[in-house]
T-cell receptor
Framework: KQEVTQIPAALSVPEGENLVLNCSFT??????LQWFRQDPGKGLTSLLL?????REQTSGRLNASLDKSSGRSTLYIAASQPGDSATYLC????????FGTGTRLKVLA | GAVVSQHPSRVICKSGTSVKIECRSL??????MFWYRQFPKKSLMLMAT?????????EQGVEKDKFLINHASLTLSTLTVTSAHPEDSSFYIC?????????????FGPGTRLTVL
């Protein structure tokens, strides 16, 4: 049974800092790994999708990497801003997703 | 990207009533949709896989008679919470699956917040 864990559970950083969020999964037989952000009381915003044949994806200040063999993904956020404050979720799967436990990020102005 | 809508966005109902939530793929056809549930300050939990024209597949521990799923067309799946009780209060999110030659991707709806009094 796939289990997805995110570390840290919560993170508070000053504005401008570069930071790394971690996602680990137990079953490497996946098609996709996707990172989302969720603002309080809202739905999901897709950030980056990495297909199993890919190693990383980049969008603006965000970079996500995938190492299937070790069951890990990292989301790198450069030059963090207060607007980045949200909960970040990773999800892995074949055609259906198992979501991670989430990292609650707070960027202080 | 593809757009998925949910209706209603928010619903409050009395205990014992049934509530129907709609999930629509607006600009693409989806033979497969998924329903997730999220408790406050928790992550999303997959409830069931909705397949067009066939019965839904429920995850372990999810009561199929409590959460009725119908996927009658390629753009619409519905989740009906029957005889709702306060413990059914939650945030329900659907997604629709698109498949390519060598990939698949889920697009998520904005969610429906259900409050049962």
């Amino acid at each position: 049974k796939q289990e997805v864990t995110q570390i840290p559970a919560a993170l508070s950083v000053p504005e401008g800092e570069n930071l790394v969020l971690n996602c680990s999964f137990t079953d490497s037989a996946i098609y996709n790994l996707q990172w989302f952000r969720q603002d309080p009381g809202k739905g999901l915003t897709s950030l980056l999708l990495i297909q199993s044949s890919q190693r990383e994806q980049t969008s603006g200040r965000l970079n996500a990497s995938l190492d299937k063999s070790s069951g890990r993904s990292t989301l790198y956020i450069a030059a963090s801003q207060p607007g980045d404050s949200a909960t970040y979720l990773c999800a892995v799967g074949t055609y259906k997703y198992i979501f991670g436990t989430g990292t609650r990020l707070k960027v202080l102005a | 990207g593809a757009v998925v809508s949910q209706h209603p966005s928010r619903v409050i109902c009395k205990s014992g009533t049934s509530v129907k939530i709609e999930c629509r793929s607006l600009d693409f056809q989806a033979t497969t949709m998924f329903w997730y549930r999220q408790f406050p300050k928790k992550s999303l939990m997959l409830m069931a896989t909705s397949n067009e024209g066939s019965k839904a597949t429920y995850e372990q521990g999810v009561e199929k008679d409590k959460f009725l799923i119908n996927h009658a067309s390629l753009t619409l799946s519905t989740l009906t919470v029957t005889s709702a009780h306060p413990e059914d209060s939650s945030f329900y999110i659907c997604s629709a699956l698109t498949r390519g030659v060598s990939y698949n991707e889920q697009f998520f709806g904005p969610g429906t917040r259900l409050t049962v009094l």
